[in-house]
C-alpha cells in the first residue's frame, strides 16, 4: 500500500460547527459513502476493533480509513499494512476532530468510491463529544480495565453515541467490571444506544457488532 | 467525612494561564503545601493509585483530594471514605483545569494546613498537558492496558511529566505491552521523566514512587 499519507488539518476559526458538519454529511450520503466517528479513550482498543470489524465485512465492501491522532503515524501504518486504505490526520494538537477539520481530511482523501469510511478520533471521552464531524453514526469503545463508571463521568460521549462497544471481556477476571451496571449508566445516558460486548482481539461477539452496522449501512444507503 | 462539597469552576477568559498558575504555585509554596497534579487516560488507575499511595505515607502527613471531573461525584465519594479531605471539582465541561480554575478551587478549599495536596485531574491525554495548573510536580498514569505506544500518539504529556507510574503490572500476560518500548518512548519526551511500574490494586512496585514523592516534598519544602 506505499507510505503512509499524512495530512495536517486545522480548526474551523469560525463557530459554524454544525453547518460545516451537516454539509460533510449531506455530500457523504449523496457518495452513498456511510462514515463512522470511532471515539474512545487512549487504549481503549480502537484499531484493533477497526481491523476485526473489516475482517469480518464482506470483502468486496470498499473500506477506508481516516487515523487522527496529535503525532505518529503508526495507527494508519497498521491499517495499511493489513491492506486498508489509510490516511493519517494530524490534528495541529487538538484534542479532537471538528466538522472543518473533517472537511479537510474528505477532500484530501477522496471518500466517493467508499461504502464504509472509518474515521478513528483523537483518544479521548471529552473532545471528540462535543463537535458533530457529519459522520453517518457516532460508535465509542469502553474497554473492561476502564471501569463501569465512565458513562457517569463522561456523560455527553455516551449522551450522542448509536453505539458503545465494550471492549476487552477476555479480561474481565482482572477488573471490577460491572456489566449490568455499565449498561444501565450508559441507557441513562441515551436509551437508544445500542451496546455490544466485545474482545477484538479474538472476536468474541463481534459478530452481533458488524451485523447491526450491515443493517445501519443498508438503511442509511438506501 | 460528610458529604461531598462540589466546587463548579469556569475557565479563565484572558490568556494569562501562566501567570495565574505562577500565582498558584507561590502560594502552595508559601504555604508549603505540596501539589501533585496528576494525570492519565480515564481509567488508568488514578484514584486506585492515589488511594493507595495515601496509605503508604505517614500517617501524620496533612493531605488533601481534590477531584476534578466534568461530571459525577463517584471518585470524591471514594476518597471521602477513606477518611482523606476531598472536593469534588466541577468544571463545566472543559476538559482539563487551567491556572483560573485550580486558583478558584484553591481558594474554597483552604490548603494552607495540608502538607500535600492532589489534584486528580480530568481523565485526558491531551488537554489537561496543555495548561500548566501551577502545581509543583506532574505526574501522569499509563496503564498496561492502553498500550506501550501511548508517549507517541501524546508526546506532550509526557513531556511535561515530572514521572510516569506505569499501571496494572498485574494484567501484563493479557497485554502486548513492551517494558522497554516504553521507557524509551517516555525518555524520548522527557529525559529526566522519572519512570516506576506499579500495580495500584496489590500495592506492588507502589513503595519506590511514594519514597521518591517524599524526597521531591523534602526538597521543594526546604
Redesign the interface.
Known amino acids: 500500500m506505499g507510505e503512509v499519507r499524512v495530512i495536517n488539518v486545522n480548526m474551523g476559526i469560525f463557530e459554524k460547527n454544525d453547518s460545516v458538519a451537516a454539509v460533510n454529511r449531506e455530500k457523504l450520503r449523496a457518495e452513498k459513502t456511510f462514515m463512522i466517528n470511532l471515539m474512545a ?3 481503549a482498543g480502537k484499531t484493533t476493533t477497526l481491523l476485526k470489524t473489516i475482517e469480518l465485512l464482506p470483502k468486496d465492501m470498499k473500506i477506508g480509513v481516516m487515523e487522527a ?4 503515524t ?1 495507527d494508519a501504518e497498521k491499517i495499511n499494512a493489513a491492506g486498508v486504505r489509510s490516511i493519517q490526520v494530524h490534528t495541529n ?1 487538538n ?1 479532537a476532530m471538528d466538522a472543518e477539520m473533517t472537511r479537510q481530511a474528505l477532500e484530501e482523501f477522496e471518500t466517493s468510491d467508499l461504502d464504509l469510511l472509518v474515521m478513528e478520533n ?6 471528540p463529544a ?1 463537535t458533530d464531524t457529519g459522520s453517518s453514526i457516532n460508535v465509542a469503545i469502553l ?1 473492561i ?3 463501569d ?2 458513562p ?5 460521549m455516551f449522551q450522542i453515541c448509536h453505539c458503545v462497544l465494550i471492549n ?1 471481556i ?2 474481565r477476571e ?2 471490577d467490571f460491572d456489566d449490568a451496571a455499565a449498561v444501565e449508566r450508559i441507557k441513562f445516558c441515551n436509551p437508544e444506544a445500542e451496546v455490544f460486548f466485545i474482545c477484538a482481539k479474538t472476536g468474541e461477539g463481534m459478530g452481533a457488532w458488524v451485523e447491526w452496522l450491515r443493517q445501519r449501512m443498508a438503511e442509511w444507503t438506501r
Open positions: 479513550s487512549p487504549g491522532d496529535i503525532d505518529a503508526i494538537g484534542c483523537v483518544g479521548n471521552l471529552v473532545c462535543e474497554s480495565p476502564e471501569g463508571d465512565k457517569l463521568k463522561y456523560p455527553l476487552k477476555d479480561t482482572y477488573f
